[in-house]
Structures are given as structure tokens and as C-alpha cells.
């Protein structure tokens, strides 16, 4: 089992930077490929980005490419999407998940998922 924790959400202005971390727990928590979603009120999820266990693999989605980066620290098991130029569009809430079974923006494919945190940004 893993457990997923998000952490960081908050109110930020238009344009400014937020950092969000994903913090593991669990079983090979650090071997495990992690995808980034967000999804707003009244949307549908969306898939961010996804990390592969090593950092060798990252991908983004158009939507924010450019603006966010996703990291992972595997010595303190945590996973990062740092936040930048973020606009009011990117008002979610915010959830990490891991050990996809399928392809990395599919979120049905995930096995494991954390609690998610909001993130506000005003114009």
C-alpha cells in the first residue's frame, strides 16, 4: 500500500509562484511513477504532468508547459510541482498520484491517490 500526502495549496496572485509537494509513504514508494491532476469546479480532471521513478522521463501537458516543473527527491520520497506565472485558470484543487497501469494521463489508470489541495490564484 502507499499512502499519497499533498501539501502547499494556497491563495496566490496571478503570476506569482506556488511550490506543491506530494509526499510518499508506503511500499517501493520511491520506485513508483507519479502523475500530477488537477481539477477545477464544475471540470473535468485533468492531467498535469507525470515523473517516472528516476526523473528520466517528465512529462507536461500544453496547458502548462513552461509554467510548471515536476521533480521528485527520492530520499525523502516526495514528488514536486513548482507552480510559476500561474494564472487564474489554474484555480484547482490539486492531487498527486501513483503507480499508473496504463498511460500516464489517464487518471483511471492509477492505483493510488492522495486527498488533493486547493489552490487559488486571483486575478
Known amino acids: 500500500q502507499v499512502q499519497l500526502v499533498e501539501s502547499g495549496g494556497g491563495l496566490v496572485q496571478a503570476g506569482g509562484s506556488l511550490r506543491l509537494s506530494c509526499a510518499a509513504s508506503?511500499?517501493?514508494?520511491?520506485?513508483?511513477?507519479v502523475g500530477w491532476f488537477r481539477q477545477a469546479p464544475g471540470k473535468e480532471r485533468e492531467f498535469i504532468g507525470g515523473?517516472?521513478?528516476?526523473?528520466?522521463?517528465?512529462l507536461y501537458a500544453d496547458s502548462v508547459k513552461g509554467r510548471f516543473t515536476i521533480s521528485r527527491d527520492n530520499a525523502r520520497n516526495t514528488v514536486y510541482l513548482e507552480m510559476n506565472n500561474v494564472r487564474p485558470e489554474d484555480t484547482a484543487d490539486y492531487y498527486c498520484?501513483?503507480?499508473?497501469?496504463?498511460?500516464?494521463?489517464?487518471?483511471?489508470?492509477?492505483?493510488?491517490w492522495g486527498q488533493g489541495t486547493q489552490v487559488t490564484v486571483s486575478s
Open positions: 515523473i517516472n521513478w528516476s526523473g528520466s522521463s517528465i
Open positions: 508506503g511500499r517501493t514508494a520511491s520506485t513508483l511513477t
Open positions: 498520484a501513483a503507480d499508473p497501469k496504463g498511460g500516464w494521463s489517464d487518471g483511471d489508470a492509477y492505483e493510488f
